[in-house]
């Protein structure tokens, strides 16, 4: 069985600039969630997915968000770029809400110039 | 905010030898979870133990976790040079599946 797919796995973006970044689950998978890594802050959470609806959401601005779609992929998006997201972002997959375990993919890498 | 905070930050050794990483947490807790990572790509599933576990082992993976010192251990006997990764303790919030990750402690295991 495939694993997490991202796409795509490096990104390079200039600040005030918006970007897509596309996550397709494990196959099965109903659950996505999104965490960004930074050496400062570590893995933090941004959001989480189920059956196409924001289920639960970290402490992030507006500038970050998200979408499920009907087969489970997920997309997320910051706007109006900062440096400071530059960042490894991380999607992970999971049976259901309320399932442990997380699959996670390999992560894009943003850097934000 | 880190729930979990592993010590040490880092750790090295020589093969064969054993490493034990501790995490601990603040609030109470689900599960505890531990996961590695190698060098800035996604994280592996190392092992899940639950709050009314005590005790846990996964081939050379053993776990321990303490709910009353709010704490965990991960011991990885005979290291081997592949276990070179860093290595994050994390917990379950309330609301679902969102995990919480500490800042991770990297193991440098030497041949």
């Known amino acids: 069985k495939a694993g997490v797919t991202q796409t795509p796995r490096y990104l390079i973006k200039t600040r005030g600039q918006q970007v897509t970044l596309s996550c397709s689950p494990i196959?099965?998978?109903?659950?996505v969630s999104w965490y960004q890594q930074t050496p400062g802050q570590g893995l933090q959470f941004l959001f989480e997915?189920?059956?196409?609806?924001?289920?639960n959401k970290g402490n992030f601005p507006g500038r970050f968000s998200g979408r499920q779609f009907s087969n489970s992929r997920s997309e997320m998006n910051v706007s109006t770029l900062e440096l400071g997201d530059s960042a490894l972002y991380l999607c992970?997959?999971?049976?259901?809400?309320?399932?442990?375990?997380?699959?996670f993919g390999p992560g894009t890498r943003l850097t934000v110039l | 905010s880190q729930q979990g905070e592993e010590d040490p930050q880092a750790l090295s050794i020589q093969e064969g030898e054993n490493a034990t990483m501790n995490c601990s947490y603040k609030?109470?807790?689900?599960?505890l979870q531990w996961y590695r990572q190698n060098s800035g790509r996604g994280l592996v599933h190392l092992i899940l133990i639950r709050s009314n576990e005590r005790e846990k082992h996964s081939g050379r993976l053993r776990v321990t976790l303490d709910t009353s010192k709010k704490s965990s251990s991960l011991l990885i006997t005979a290291s081997r040079a592949a276990d070179t990764a860093s290595y994050f303790c994390?917990?379950?919030?309330?609301?679902?599946?969102?995990?919480?990750f500490g800042k991770g402690t990297t193991l440098s295991v030497s041949s």
């Open positions: 609030t109470s807790i689900n599960n």
């Open positions: 997915y189920f059956s196409e609806t924001q289920r």
């Open positions: 994390a917990t379950s919030n309330q609301a679902g599946t969102a995990l919480i």
């Open positions: 992970a997959s999971s049976l259901a809400l309320g399932t442990d375990t997380q699959y």
């Open positions: 196959s099965g998978h109903r659950s």
